[in-house]
């Protein structure tokens, strides 16, 4: 029997935020299926089978966003959910199909409490792919840094200067 080639990339991104905590997050990160409301590159994103919420769910999400050239590209992407757990704060999740160039693609997104002053939480934003086409890894990771900093403003609100983006990818 023929083994599954490992995925070449892997990494993941993290954020703190000091003035929400992971409960108050995750309220806003939770529901699998409105991802534009904390993404706001995201023009739409619903449910496109299954139940909301449940693994086996697929969502379609959609939005404009800068291609590696530095070109507003409208990409989109059909989701769907393999793992959820409200209480320990995250899901996992796998793109199976868009228009991006990816092929095999596994993220994970969630929160948990910390980030300094009491009050904070930390989101993590991580995956495993094979390569996307006309995307280098690092301009990929620059992607999901743009995008989890975007996630953290919306979620702490427009404007608030209270998160701090660290990263390890």
């Excluded at 209480?87 to 980030?115: A, D, M, P, T």
Aim: hydrophobic share 35%; glycine share 14%; net charge negative.
């Amino acid at each position: 029997m023929e083994q599954e080639p490992k995925l070449e990339w892997e990494g993941k991104t993290t954020t703190t935020l000091t003035n929400t905590t992971a409960d108050q997050a995750w309220s806003l990160m939770k529901n699998f299926t409105d991802l534009q409301k904390i993404l706001p590159e995201l023009q739409t994103c619903y449910k496109v089978e299954g139940v909301d919420g449940e693994p086996g769910c697929v969502r379609y999400a959609a939005g404009k966003v800068l291609s590696p050239g530095g070109k507003k590209l409208f990409v989109w992407a059909k989701e769907r959910l393999i793992e959820t757990d409200p209480k320990n704060h995250f899901y996992r999740y796998e793109i199976v199909e868009s228009n991006i160039g990816f092929r095999r693609y596994f993220g994970q997104l969630g929160v948990e409490e910390g980030g300094g002053g009491g009050g904070g939480c930390v989101i993590e934003w991580s995956y495993v792919a094979d390569p996307i086409e006309g995307w280098t890894k690092e301009e990929f990771d620059g992607f999901l840094r743009g995008g989890l900093k975007a996630m953290a403003r919306r979620i702490e609100g427009v404007g608030n200067e209270g998160w701090i983006i660290k990263s390890n990818i």
